[in-house]
Structure formats: structure tokens, C-alpha cells
């Protein structure tokens, strides 16, 4: 069974409209965090926001935020007032338990095309 | 800081060559992970460290090695390259003290094998 799962292989939105990536995950244990990264077609990536099992409140990071629903297990990212810079693959990631953030599982991305 | 380079940015191979993908952080970083990625299939792990002269197998390590001999370096090594290891390579490394503590991605290595 996938961990990550990122229902979504491709977005068109309209600029300044605000923009929902979804992301579901699947693990057993109690202590887990979940990560977002960008990748533009130049290929880096780039980390924007981190979820922790244990936080109450949602993440945000500037124009993102990680609408973070712990029981159905989902750990959507929101960008508000889309830019043309926002095009890019978008990759939602786990760490279970609690340290070894050298072992992220990475879903298969969502390619987000602002449209201007 | 140049936080993580990789060398080389681009290498053809032709089956049955070896070869090491190179990978230095200078952020002090415990944690070191080598990825491939492949289209339509995101990010897997090929190997990671958690420090010098540890390191364990994570998803796809079949066709790879590593080692880990000091903090800045994590080589990867194709003893035979296989057309199935065509890919781009990312090398990332993160600080162990934190929880919400990012893995910081070097600009990738992209690989053909002929």
C-alpha cells in the first residue's frame, strides 16, 4: 500500500486564485511528521512547510498552510493568491516516527501550472 | 555555506560501467540520504547514514553502495550500471536535532545508462 498518496498528477489554476494540493498518508505509528516540497522545472528542492503529528494547529508558512485533518489522515497544502512562480512539481513526504528525517517517503508529485 | 553539492551534474554510461556519484554537505549534518527519482514516481530511498561509518539500505538499494568514511562525504557507487538505473540522483542531508528539522537536496545528478 502507497504511504503517500497524491491523488492529483496535474493542476491548471487561475493566477491569484488559492490553490488546494491534496495529500493523504498511511502509517501505525503515533509520531510522524509530513513535509511539502517544491520542485521547479530547474529541478531543486525546495522545502516549504512541516506538519507534526503532535501539533494542534495547522502549519503556515507565508501564502502556505497545511490543512492538517489528523483522523482522516490527510495533510492537504493551501497557497493563497497563486503566483506564476507557483508552477512546479509539488511533493508531499513522511517521516514516521520520531527523528530520522533521513528517511522521508515521497509521493509521486502534483504538477501545478498557474495560468496567467 | 555551499550546503549540499553533487558532482557530476550529468553522466552517461554505458551498461556494465561503474561508477561514483559524489555528494559533500558542509553543514555539520549527521543525516545523509541518496534518492533516485524516477517520472511519475517521486522521490525513493537508495541508501542513508546517520553518521560516519553508519549507514543502512532504505527502499531500492539493489545495484548500490555506499559509504560514509567522514561527516561532509556520502558517495554513492554503481558497481555495474544497468539502463534500469537511468535516473536523476539526489543526495540530501538534515541536522538530527529537531524533529521538524528539513532534509536540505543537493541539485541532483542526472544519469543515462546506455
Known amino acids: 500500500a502507497q504511504k503517500i498518496t497524491q491523488t492529483q498528477p496535474g493542476m491548471f489554476v487561475q493566477e491569484k486564485e488559492a490553490v488546494t494540493l491534496d495529500c493523504t498518508y498511511d502509517?501505525?505509528?503515533?509520531?510522524?511528521?509530513l513535509f511539502w516540497y517544491k520542485q521547479p522545472s530547474s529541478g531543486e528542492m525546495i522545502f516549504l512547510i512541516y506538519q507534526g503529528s503532535y501539533d494542534e494547529q495547522n502549519a503556515t508558512e507565508g501564502r502556505y498552510s497545511l490543512n492538517f485533518q489528523k483522523a482522516r489522515k490527510s495533510a492537504n497544502l493551501v497557497i493563497s493568491a497563486s503566483q506564476l512562480g507557483d508552477s512546479a512539481m509539488y511533493f508531499c513526504a513522511m517521516r514516521e516516527g520520531n527523528f530520522g528525517n533521513e528517511k522521508l517517503t515521497f509521493g509521486t508529485g502534483t504538477r501545478l501550472t498557474i495560468i496567467p | 555555506n555551499a550546503g549540499v553539492t553533487q558532482t557530476p551534474k550529468f553522466q552517461v554510461l554505458k551498461t556494465g560501467q561503474s561508477m561514483t556519484l559524489q555528494c559533500a554537505q558542509d553543514m555539520n549534518h549527521e543525516y545523509m540520504s541518496w534518492y533516485r527519482q524516477d517520472p511519475g514516481m517521486g522521490l525513493r530511498l537508495i541508501h542513508y547514514s546517520v553518521g560516519a561509518g553508519i549507514t543502512d539500505q532504505g527502499e531500492v538499494p539493489n545495484g548500490y553502495n555506499v559509504s560514509r568514511s567522514t561527516t561532509e562525504d556520502f558517495p554513492l557507487r554503481l558497481l555495474s550500471a544497468a539502463p534500469s538505473q537511468t535516473s536523476v540522483y539526489f543526495c540530501?542531508?538534515?541536522?538530527?536535532?529537531?524533529?521538524?528539522?528539513?532534509?536540505?537536496f543537493g541539485p541532483g545528478t542526472r544519469l543515462l545508462v546506455l
Open positions: 540530501a542531508s538534515s541536522y538530527s536535532g529537531g524533529e521538524m528539522e528539513t532534509q536540505y
Open positions: 502509517t501505525s505509528d503515533q509520531s510522524y511528521g
